[in-house]
């Protein structure tokens, strides 16, 4: 598999409904847009429960976006990176990154066109993996391992790496403000969720795969 070659990712990848992301999304945003929307899952959810009105999706995998593109009011088809140029100004109440930022080339440049397609008061909520956990931080310093893998934190598709500060860092621009974050949840008796439990969550930052962040435009 190259770098960004994501055809042989499980259907899963594409399908899953984001409902963790639930928590920091508005009570309504009329206009919600969608980087790697996948098969649209996260944006049908949110319009069938009245969270939303127009759901638009920007997926870097055709066949996916094919799928998607029945139950969107808009689908482009193409990198990310190229489309949210091409956009107009103040178009979303919300944006979706949903494990997306770190596969991008500039990501930072990216977060910059986000904001100038939000509206005043609107949000972006991302999903950003966290390179600092035990299990990457004891390959790196015990064994000199840095490997990639088919999914997770070193997903070999990831272009840029980050941590809590670095994610927050990446929001928190000249128009955009952290409004809101939070840790992934863990599955229900998972080894990290008894380590933390056990931790009393002083070792959380540590366990956690993913931050969720809220940043408002504004």
């Not at 860092?169 to 439990?197: C, G, Q, R």
Request: proline fraction near 4%; glycine fraction near 6%; charged fraction near 25%.
């Amino acid at each position: 598999m190259q770098p960004q070659d994501y055809n042989q990712k499980q259907d899963a990848y594409f399908s899953r409904a984001r409902l963790d992301i639930l928590p920091l999304f508005p009570a309504h945003a009329h206009s919600v847009l969608e980087i790697g929307c996948g098969n649209g899952a996260t944006l049908r959810y949110l319009k069938d429960e009245g969270r939303c009105q127009t759901i638009e999706g920007i997926e870097l995998t055709e066949s996916v976006a094919l799928e998607a593109q029945p139950f969107l009011n808009t689908t482009w088809m193409g990198d990310a990176e190229e489309i949210i140029t091409t956009l107009e100004d103040e178009r979303y109440d919300a944006i979706l990154c949903l494990d997306v930022l770190e596969h991008l080339v500039d990501p930072w440049r990216f977060v910059a066109q986000l904001s100038r397609v939000l509206k005043t008061g609107g949000v972006v909520i991302a999903s950003i993996p966290n390179l600092r956990t035990f299990k990457v931080i004891a390959n790196l310093t015990l064994f000199g391992r840095f490997t990639y893998a088919d999914q997770g934190i070193m997903d070999r598709t990831h272009l840029r790496f980050f941590t809590k500060k670095s994610a927050l860092h990446l929001l928190e621009t000249e128009t955009l403000m952290i409004d809101k974050w939070t840790y992934s949840p863990f599955a229900p008796w998972s080894k990290s969720a008894i380590v933390n439990a056990l931790s009393l969550g002083l070792i959380r930052d540590f366990l956690t795969e993913q931050y969720l962040v809220k940043a408002l435009k504004k």
